[in-house]
T-cell receptor, first 114, second 116 residues
Framework: DAGVTQSPTHLIKTRGQQVTLRCSPKSGHDTVSWYQQALGQGPQFIFQYYEEEERQRGNFPDRFSGHQFPNYSSELNVNALLLGDSALYLC?????????????FGAGTRLSVL | AQKVTQAQTEISVVEKEDVTLDCVYETRDTTYYLFWYKQPPSGELVFLIR??????QNEISGRYSWNFQKSTSSFNFTITASQVVDSAVYFC?????????????FGTGTKLQVIP
């Protein structure tokens, strides 16, 4: 049973570029949440997708957008990259968006913006 | 607004010592869930435990134990007889319903170093 998988593992971009990160949820899960984790900080909630729609959003600008596909996989897109976007981006999956549900995390994508 | 505070940024202990990681949370909801996750250097957050707001029973799992006190809004985590493999960053998280959907807030984490 595959867990949450994210790709790519590492990514290097320059300021102003755009990036797409991908996430495949754990088998049987239908909800995907994205988090940004800066060095030495806790994960910060970006947004959550359920039934192919964004259901919750954290305090992130519109440069951060996402998508969920019919197979529940998801993408995170970041436009006009800034140096401050350098971080570990974590994807978490769960079964339905209930407060009691455990979120299972992938190993993340390490994004470096130069 | 929900908030999770982990005041201990870094803790170092010698192997076999006991260590307690503190977590204090803020919420206006009466129904909520608390979690602890472990993040080893590989980066993946590993789920350790979930506790709902109506269950204040302490829980023990091997060398791990958790103390939930609603009166002080705390959910502390104790590792007994620590081992080098326990070295990691530990996160406490609060999960609530927000607009009908789950919203999870993480603390800033406590980095635990167990010295052999």
């Amino acid at each position: 049973d595959a867990g949450v998988t994210q790709s790519p593992t590492h990514l290097i971009k320059t300021r102003g570029q755009q990036v797409t990160l991908r996430c495949s949820p754990k088998s049987g899960h239908d909800t995907v949440s994205w988090y940004q984790q800066a060095l030495g900080q806790g994960p910060q909630f970006i947004f959550q997708y359920y039934e192919e729609e964004e259901r919750q959003r954290g305090n992130f600008p519109d440069r951060f957008s996402g998508h969920q596909f019919p197979n529940y996989s998801s993408e995170l897109n970041v436009n006009a990259l800034l140096l401050g976007d350098s971080a570990l981006y974590l994807c978490a999956s769960s079964l339905q968006t209930l407060a009691k549900n455990i979120q299972y995390f992938g190993a993340g994508t390490r994004l470096s913006v130069l | 607004a929900q908030k999770v505070t982990q005041a201990q940024t870094e803790i170092s202990v010698v192997e076999k010592e006991d260590v307690t990681l503190d977590c204090v949370y803020e919420t206006r909801d009466t129904t909520y869930y608390l979690f602890w996750y472990k993040q080893p250097p590989s980066g993946e957050l590993v789920f350790l435990i979930r506790r709902n707001s109506f269950d204040e029973q302490n829980e023990i799992s091997g060398r791990y134990s958790w103390n939930f006190q609603k009166s002080t809004s705390s959910f502390n985590f104790t590792i007994t007889a620590s081992q080098v493999v326990d070295s990691a960053v530990y996160f406490c998280a609060l999960s609530e319903y927000s607009g009908g959907y789950q919203k999870v807030t993480f603390g800033t984490g406590t980095k635990l170093q167990v010295i052999p």
